[in-house]
């Protein structure tokens, strides 16, 4: 992901009380609080700063997709105190009773968080978690290579472009491109439709250069493929490092995700996971976080620090316009087994 996305476009911002300056020392205490979250998903220095601001050991790991995380913390063998799944994931830690409620009293800087992402349906009492990032999944694609007009997910399908394709290696997402091609939800639990689906997958991947996960980012900055299918944060990324890049949304509709801080009922020290959360919306953190990342924050003061040219651009913070068919996707625990045969074969082909 992109380090330092806003200072390589010209934004130099001052900020009065910056964490680096907090008083402590860093992994001295006894306190120990554990945090799980996804791979370059956070500005690690600011673990270094709460760890000196609060006199606690910070113990940090990585994970690579929802599923992974789910597993671990469903077996309990991992204490983790805070984790940072997305909106389907945390719908079902909820319904499974996984996640305690927080206090958003211990929570000041929650007021900083934009209303637009309160009150989702994932979280709809906003009882469980506290918005970290959003974006969504659309196609980049290299205007030198691909002349014409990219609205839809029909150019995927164009034979002009074969082996010049390449599609997430995720289950989910390209499941979805499939069903939004042809009109359906991304959510469908219908047979019908997912079978549909799988017989375009099939159809396509004569034409696919790979189903890829972060190599994307080097093919399409190489310019070594004319398309992709990618998260908008990692669309960020590239454009920035090759001009010739563009990203659009679909107008069939795509995924609009969010990414949410949570605690697990396997925490032991909750206090202190609701200080770390305050922490890291308090908006020298955010803003850290964001400019490390790439991703779109929901955070109010940091949206309004960004320039006009990042925030008007679709990878980055989209307008209502071109959200429009998109969805959020949903737990779809009781039809999955239908969406892993699907998967298995489509890749077996």
């Given amino acids: 992901m992109k ?16 964490v680096l300056g907090l008083a402590g020392c860093g992994g001295s205490g006894q306190e120990k609080l554990y945090v799980y979250n996804w791979g370059d998903y956070i500005d690690e220095s600011v673990l270094e700063d709460f760890e000196k601001a609060n006199n606690v050991d910070v113990i940090y790991e990585q994970f690579a997709t929802n599923e992974e995380m789910y597993v671990k913390i469903k077996a309990g063998t991992a204490k983790y105190d805070v984790a940072i799944p997305s909106d389907y994931m945390i719908s079902k830690m909820i319904t499974e009773d996984m996640l305690h409620t927080i206090d958003m009293n211990a929570i000041p800087n929650y007021a900083k968080i934009d209303d637009r992402f309160k009150n989702l349906a994932f979280d709809a009492k906003n009882q469980y978690s506290v918005p970290y990032m959003w974006g969504t999944v659309g196609i980049i694609y290299n ?5 014409e007009a990219v609205d ?6 164009d034979e002009k472009y074969t082996k010049q394709i390449l599609m997430l290696d995720s289950q989910r997402d390209s499941i979805a491109v499939a069903l939004k091609k042809l009109g359906y939800s991304l959510n469908s639990r219908d047979e019908k439709e997912l079978a549909e689906a799988k017989e375009l997958l099939i159809q396509q991947k004569p034409l696919l250069m790979a189903y890829v996960g972060d190599e994307v980012k080097d093919k399409m900055i190489g310019n070594e493929a004319a398309m992709a299918v990618v998260w908008s944060g990692d669309a960020v990324f590239m454009k920035g490092e090759n001009p010739d890049l563009e990203y659009v949304i679909p107008k069939e509709g795509s995924n609009i995700w969010y990414d949410a801080m949570v605690i697990p009922k396997t925490s032991q020290n909750k206090a202190m996971a ?3 959360i305050d922490f890291m919306c308090s908006t020298d953190v955010a803003f850290k976080n964001a400019d490390y990342i790439g991703y779109s924050t929901p955070h109010k003061e940091v949206i309004e620090m960004l320039p006009a040219e ?5 990878a980055y913070y989209p307008a209502d316009g071109q959200l429009e068919n998109s969805e959020v996707f949903e737990d779809l625990s009781e039809v999955l087994p239908i ?10 082909q």
């Fill in 339 to 348: 969406y892993d045969r699907i998967w298995t074969e489509i890749k077996s």
């Fill in 310 to 314: 990042l925030t008007s651009d679709p």
């Fill in 143 to 147: 205007k030198t290579m691909v002349k």
């Fill in 152 to 157: 839809s997910w029909d150019v995927l399908w």
């Fill in 3 to 18: 380090k330092n996305i806003f200072k390589q476009m010209g934004v130099v911002v001052l900020l009065a009380g910056m």
């Fill in 274 to 276: 609701q200080k770390f």
